[in-house]
């Protein structure tokens, strides 16, 4: 067989470990894993050297477009996907205006996000107070599930369910054998927590306690029990909430949890009174706690780690003001991602392979994506060049991101992505897009 592209690289990150190999790639699917000497016959072999992993899978992303274009694009936010070897993301239900609450508003988010992405995206469904009629013609439409909030979402299109509506969700989605993802912050403890301003980050912290996760989570969790739906806690921020998770799992229940970069690698002892960037919700906790977020990853009672990218425009985080309470809650590191937790996992003696499972495959399979995520044969030719001894200082003028706000400025990272391909074309090389627009929107079941 002669190969469209032969890619060679002495560190392949496969589906089963980190060996020397040659990937073989004809019609956008990976097609053989050869020996990395093997004579093969291809329109194009090239040699790489830093390591080929896998396309991440960010299933976390809020893209905003459109009616808060000016937070996020899809051209900028896959742009910076790509640049962060990133090739698939899942785009969140709010913050853009209609909120994917109904078949009306996917056609018109698919109508905007049309001929901007550049790399594979799909679609979240939004579960809201009075829409259970909704679900099941959107799971017809191809969205990969529902996110619903627990408390206030942060915008007023999307409001918050109560238990009651959750419920009734999931009587739904268990029938369809489909996926609830969840913010699990539970209201009544915030509010009987929060203040109505302050620039204090510790008196921010305190608004936002451990126990309002703990609670909403133990709430799932008997929710889940009782439905046998599907469920997926969003963004763990509470290391306390682990025991709940695990003992969940062990009964049986249907429950996975993600966390996000900027828990594991940002801590609540850093963050100056005033640092509206560091804001997000739940919200960055302290050193021990943060142990304890890498113990569940590695102990497998945390699934996967994605982005949770949330941006805003700079105004919306009253830097002028620092007031944690009034600020946009949000952090953008979609391109900065696997720089982020190799720099963490180095410093932890976790391996690049044990890194694609959280970012790649686990995502992949939460989704329903049984060609995405992994370097085997039959899977989706989405893999990137990563050079894990490239050091490199954030700049926020090198980001794609629409805004460049990130509080992590100035850090030093550690592995740097130098090209990424979709489906075998190649899309990013050191710092620039290469191609148009290619990527595809996904749908469930079919990809």
């Known amino acids: 067989m002669k190969f469209d592209l032969v890619i060679r690289a002495q560190h392949v990150i496969t589906d089963i470990g980190d060996r020397p190999a040659a990937v073989c790639i004809k019609d956008g699917k990976i097609v053989k894993i050869a020996g990395l000497s093997d004579s093969l016959s291809a329109d194009e072999d090239i040699t790489i050297k830093g390591s080929l992993i896998p396309g991440l899978v960010d299933s976390h992303v809020h893209i905003n477009e459109p009616g808060r274009t000016q937070w996020e694009g899809f051209e900028s936010a896959t742009k910076a996907a790509a640049a962060g070897g990133i090739t698939t993301v899942i785009d969140m239900p709010l913050n853009s205006i209609p909120p994917t609450v109904n078949v009306e508003a996917l056609h018109v988010k698919r109508a905007a996000a049309a001929g901007q992405c550049f790399v594979d995206v799909g679609f979240w469904g939004g579960s809201i107070p009075g829409n259970v009629a909704e679900l099941e013609p959107l799971l017809k439409e191809g969205v990969f599930g529902f996110k619903c909030f627990l408390l206030h979402s942060g915008v007023d299109e999307f409001p918050a369910s109560s238990l009651d509506d959750l419920s009734n969700a999931l009587e739904v989605l268990a029938k369809n054998n489909a996926l609830m993802v969840v913010h699990a912050e539970d209201s009544v403890a915030i509010e009987r927590s929060s203040k109505p301003s302050s620039r204090s980050y510790a008196e921010f912290l305190a608004s936002r306690p451990k126990g309002a996760e703990n609670v909403a989570i133990a709430q799932l969790i ?34 996975s949890a993600e966390t996000c970069p900027h828990y594991l690698s940002l801590t609540a002892e850093e963050i100056a009174d005033g640092a509206t960037q560091y804001k997000c919700c739940p919200p960055i906790r302290e050193k021990r706690n943060q142990n304890e977020l890498w113990q569940g990853l590695e102990s497998g009672i945390i699934d996967q780690i994605v982005s949770d990218h949330s941006p805003c425009t700079e105004d919306l985080k009253i830097f002028d003001i620092g007031d944690f309470q009034q600020a946009w809650g949000g952090i953008s590191s979609l391109q900065l991602g696997i720089s982020i937790i190799w720099t963490q996992a180095l410093a932890r003696g976790i391996s690049l392979w044990q890194l694609t499972q959280w970012m790649a495959q686990k995502p992949a399979q939460l989704a329903g994506l049984a060609h995405k995520g992994a370097i085997a044969v039959g899977m989706d030719a989405d893999c990137a060049e990563f050079d894990v001894d490239d050091e490199f200082r954030v700049e926020p003028a090198a980001l794609f991101h629409k805004n460049q706000v990130t509080p992590y400025q100035g850090k030093i990272l550690k592995g740097r992505v130098k090209q990424t391909w979709l489906g075998g074309e190649l899309i990013y090389k050191d710092g620039h897009m290469i191609n148009s627009p290619q990527g595809k929107f996904l749908v469930r079941g079919e990809n």
């Open 222 to 255: 008997e929710e889940a029990r009782r439905s046998t739906a599907r469920v997926h806690v969003l963004h763990l921020s509470s290391g306390d909430s682990l025991s709940l998770i695990r003992s969940a799992k062990a009964d049986g229940v249907k429950i």
